[in-house]
């Protein structure tokens, strides 16, 4: 069932054509990610699809009667809204319904009284011919897991994280049957993210998303749409095959544009050397003319030359750190950490927002100061620092000039000197784009801006404070091979694990409470090593609560004493319980489906690079829910 068909979609603004002849269409249940380089116009098509734009050209085809809805990179929202009017500002009664019952529940933890205990049993009436009992859970999950405030609070109060977290909060909770989403993960720390595409990805909605996160996109999405110069090339399957296709269309395009070239060189001597064409053979020969010099003039994607930018020259000693404290309003940032810098490691760092990991940085620059500890700089240590809070300051100054001020030209690793507009180039500024003003560019050209101006500084320590957000997938592959031959140290935070994995040697995980974990691994050995270590607790705790329950009954009939009342169940853990017994049946079917595939009887490495990502989620809801299966057949069935 086609949820929605794009055909012949054409934009332009000003003298710069987005694209023409756009056309695909998303399929009941599809999850699709839209990639393509900043300016190419994924916003602007976003926002056609919504109606908030006009295209010049072709039509957009909504199925009848399907909600859609929509997640924007920034927000709009009124700020003196109350936070939690603004999460439930949808037109869904179950959802209203749901979120009424949530609040009471709330309430009622609070204080206690035979009113509210009336209302509650009205709104579960409600809930009941509403059918809105899992809407309720889904209020909890969300809002649990994107740590949004329940207090009454203002839109206007929050950050721009939290609002951008409030407003994701609310399209997950409106439940839409097409949901287009701009750059979801921006300000979501790691778990968060995790959470998210588990949650979509168990979702039965239809997803149009725009991300820059590689593993994201793997998890959730199956088909990949890409806008190039204008036009949609779709890819089924992950983003290393879709980079592998890419890279043959674009190999067979410079072929057919290099044949194209020739073709033209010769039939323009013809048409200098003719007469006007009065013949129709001579006509038919210049209006081929005009096709084969369309296709001869086409631009084609050039190989980007390798830079390795020749750091300061750094001593033996680096940076060494020696008990280093530090607390906010009686909160620990960092408690007690030692550590000393070795020469060309790439260290990544990984925590929940808040924890402290930006705080960490300022404290290793100098840009604050510890409680107590020390950090001792070596003699040679030239830091780059890339902030989060970006570059500011420039807004009447030309990009060119803004690089001038750190240096005229870049010396190479290998002698050559780039001049600071080549360098430019490299990071995706053309030359028109270069004599443009600061207060024109995008957000994501401000932030590429910002760290070329780092990189081209020399240091010989650099220091990235989330560093891929903003950018492009092709702008982020293009940093990441750059830091992967840098020769100086590299500290970074970042949420995205891809990145972190192509660079870093190991990683800094802040626990909170001013613990910070040097992990020598991966960010997915240390996830997985994490998860091993919570499934044996869990294991164990299992284990210790049915000793104890075989202790009390084995006590109970030695005393020859009566069994103590058990709890009652509650209808809604009944309902709970009523539900898992049909889900439990679900997910053990489709995890001897998929061992089928894993068990060597499919050839296709897509299939079952899928099947094992589903696997490793089948698995651990499997075994969530047998646990609380477990614990309400003890209530319901006591």
Not at 48 to 57: H, Q, W
Not at 389 to 397: H, T
Request: glycine share 8%; charged share 30%.
């Amino acid at each position: 069932m086609n949820y929605l068909s794009i055909e012949n979609l054409g934009k332009t603004y000003g003298e710069k054509e987005l694209f023409s002849d756009l056309g695909f269409g998303i399929e009941k249940g599809e999850k699709v990610a839209l990639v393509a380089k900043n300016g190419a116009g994924k916003t602007t098509l976003l926002n056609i699809i919504m109606g908030k734009v006009l295209p010049d050209s072709g039509q957009v085809t909504l199925r009848k009667g399907i909600r859609v809805d929509f997640l924007p990179q920034n927000p709009v929202f009124d700020p003196d809204q109350d936070v939690m009017d603004f999460i439930f500002s949808g037109n869904n009664p179950a959802l209203e319904v749901a979120r009424q019952y949530d609040q009471l529940l709330w309430r009622m933890e609070k204080e206690k009284s035979a009113s509210l205990q009336a209302a509650l049993d009205d709104l579960s009436l409600k809930m009941d011919q509403l059918q809105a009992w899992n809407m309720e859970e889904r209020i909890k999950e969300v809002l649990f897991r994107l740590e949004l405030p329940r207090v009454e609070q203002k839109m206007g109060q929050l950050s721009g994280g939290q609002q951008k977290k409030a407003a994701l909060a609310r399209v997950l909770l409106e439940r839409a049957d097409l949901l287009l989403m701009d750059e979801p993960t921006n300000h979501l720390d790691l778990e968060m993210t995790e959470w998210l595409e588990e949650f979509l990805s168990r979702d039965s909605l239809s997803l149009l998303l725009v991300t820059h996160d590689r593993a994201f996109l793997d998890r959730v999405c199956s088909r990949i749409i890409e806008i190039d110069q204008g036009h949609a090339f779709a890819y089924q399957g992950s983003f290393a095959y879709f980079l592998e296709k890419k890279a043959e269309r674009a190999e067979k395009e410079r072929a057919e544009v290099e044949k194209a070239r020739n073709l033209y060189r010769r039939e323009l001597e013809w048409m200098r050397r003719m007469p006007s064409a009065r013949g129709t053979k001579a006509k038919a020969r210049k209006d081929a003319f005009e096709e084969v010099k369309a296709k001869a003039l086409r631009k084609t994607e050039t190989q980007v030359p390798e830079l390795r930018v020749e750091g300061s020259r750094l001593g033996k000693k680096i940076v060494e750190v020696y008990n280093l404290c530090k607390s906010y309003d009686g909160k620990k940032v960092v408690d007690d950490f030692s550590y000393t810098f070795k020469r060309g490691e790439k260290i990544g760092i990984v925590g929940p927002n808040g924890v402290g990991k930006s705080t960490f940085l300022d404290l290793l620059t100098g840009k604050a100061k510890p409680d107590s500890g020390r950090v001792v700089l070596g003699q040679t240590v030239q830091f780059g620092y890339y902030a989060q809070a970006g570059m500011e300051g420039k807004e009447d100054k030309r990009v060119i000039d803004i690089v001038r001020e750190t240096a005229e030209v870049v010396r190479m690793q290998d002698g050559r000197e780039v001049s600071a507009s080549q360098f430019l180039q490299y990071f995706q500024f053309s030359p028109s784009t270069q004599y443009n003003y600061f207060s024109n560019l995008s957000g994501g050209e401000r932030r590429r801006l910002y760290l070329l101006k780092t990189l081209m500084s020399n240091p010989n320590f650099l220091v990235l404070d989330e560093p891929t957000n903003d950018m492009d997938l092709h702008t982020l592959m293009l940093i990441e091979d750059f830091l992967r031959h840098y020769q100086g140290c590299l500290l970074m935070v970042s949420h995205d694990r891809s990145f972190l994995e192509h660079l870093a040697d190991h990683i800094f995980v802040f626990e909170g409470n001013g613990k910070v974990k040097d992990w020598y691994g991966t960010y997915a050995q240390y996830k997985e090593a994490r998860q091993r270590k919570e499934r044996e607790q869990k294991e164990g705790s299992r284990q210790a609560g049915e000793a104890r329950g075989a202790s009390r009954l084995s006590r109970t009939q030695e005393s020859g004493d009566r069994a103590p009342s058990r709890q009652r169940a509650t209808y809604k853990q009944k309902k709970e319980y009523e539900e898992l017994n049909a889900r439990i049946p679900l997910l053990e079917a489709e995890k001897k489906a998929l061992e089928e595939i894993l068990s060597g009887k499919e050839s296709d490495p897509e299939k079952i690079s899928q099947a094992s990502a589903r696997m490793a989620r089948i698995l651990e809801d499997l075994s969530g829910a047998e646990d609380r299966w477990l614990e309400l057949s003890e209530i319901v069935e006591g």
